[in-house]
């Protein structure tokens, strides 16, 4: 039999319907396998998709096919080896059946997973279906930008400390020159005419004296002109604009007492992975500190965070003071955008919950940007 293989490239989203038709209904199969490569992931592996494998049995789908019709006898050949009631033991496995053990055989033949790929939007979509958000208010996630003031002209209003007096004196004799500029022009010719006059031996009089109304006049207007107004003040303008932030740190704390099982780790994990993705679109450069606690707290990597065995009773406190410490030693506030996210099951012991009342109202929440 002749197999085709269509390798052309899908355009114009030919296929986009037939994708979601059969994501929608291997839906649940799907989510199962999502499930399954969560705990194969890193919390920072976030920039990529998912390979997914369905067994073939549960993408197999009946089929309608037309039969013999009519009336028809069969006679179905007996056995001189078993009777109603016997047990039939189970064949030994044969190689080559698909089975993947035994020996190779030269018959039998099988059929692999069904495997594809998702996107890293179906990846995600997929991942965060069954959770939700509470009602956090939204200025807590907007995107965080930082601004730096820089130099953006001149103004013509502003305080007195940012009057410019050199660009507002070149402004007033500006201003000064145009508006006498015609009256110096006729100063300047009704002195030459006058100078004429008083050299002429006629008798000009009349005349001369008309010229020094006009002149005294002329310099009037023009010693009316002030020397500095409003309009010529001119104010340096300071504006901002924004830098995006560089560097982001966020702590991952983790009660690992006996109250916390698996099911509830894998929830943690999937808000871990659901913040640093938030973190990792609103920022360059983002660091995990991984904190776990029981009666104490040490900082971990990621593998250790999750699966480590050991346990134990609950003390909250010691993971807060860990986590003190190694903002005042390696991330100052005034350098680090803060994130810190806390996953337990609520308990912790009595005596211990005034002392992280303290160091949550004194001493972290005053320096992050985020707290769960």
């Known amino acids: 039999m002749a197999h085709f293989i269509d390798r052309r490239l899908n355009s114009k989203g030919k296929s986009t319907l037939n994708r979601q038709r059969f994501l929608k209904r291997y839906k649940q199969q799907i989510k199962r396998a999502v499930s399954d490569a969560v705990g194969q992931r890193s919390v920072t592996d976030v920039e990529s998709g998912e390979h997914i494998s369905i067994p073939k049995q549960d993408i197999s789908e009946p089929l309608f096919h037309t039969g013999k019709g009519g009336k028809r006898t069969v006679v179905h050949p007996g056995n001189d080896q078993f ?49 939700a958000l509470p009602n956090l208010k939204n200025s807590q996630f907007d995107q ?26 070149k402004g007033s004799m500006a201003r000064r020159v145009a508006l006498t500029a015609a009256d110096r022009r006729k100063l300047r010719e009704a002195e030459e005419e006058l100078e004429k006059l008083k050299a002429d031996k006629h008798d000009n009089t009349v005349a001369i004296i008309e010229l020094e109304k006009t002149i005294g006049a002329l310099k009037a207007k023009i010693a009316g002109v002030p020397f500095i107004d409003t309009f010529d003040l001119r104010f340096r303008n300071y504006a901002k604009k924004p830098v995006p932030t560089s560097k982001a740190v966020m702590f991952c704390l983790m009660d690992v007492s006996g109250s916390m099982d698996q099911a509830t780790k894998d929830m943690a994990k999937r808000f871990y992975i659901l913040l640093y993705l938030f973190l990792s679109r609103t920022y360059k450069n983002v660091e995990v500190v991984y ?44 350098d680090w955008n803060i994130y810190a996210a806390q996953a337990s099951d609520g308990d912790n012991w009595a005596d211990d919950s005034p002392q992280c009342r303290e160091l949550l109202m004194k001493k972290l929440l005053p320096v992050t940007r985020y707290f769960a």
């Open 291 to 334: 904190i776990r606690h029981h009666t104490q707290a040490k900082e971990v990597d990621e593998q250790e965070f999750f699966y480590s065995q050991e346990t134990g009773g609950t003390i909250v406190s010691s993971a807060l003071k860990l986590m003190d410490e190694i903002i005042a030693e390696r991330y100052q506030d005034s």
């Open 144 to 169: 965080v930008v930082q601004y730096e003031t820089y130099r953006a002209g001149y103004q013509t209003d502003g305080v007195p400390t940012n009057l410019d007096i050199v660009r507002s004196l």
């Open 83 to 131: 009777t109603a009631g016997d047990r039939i033991d189970r064949p030994p496995p044969q190689g080559g059946q698909g089975s993947g053990q035994g020996d190779a055989g030269n018959s039998g033949e099988g059929e692999d997973d069904f495997t594809f790929s998702i996107s890293k939007d179906e990846y995600l979509d997929l991942l965060f279906e069954d959770l």
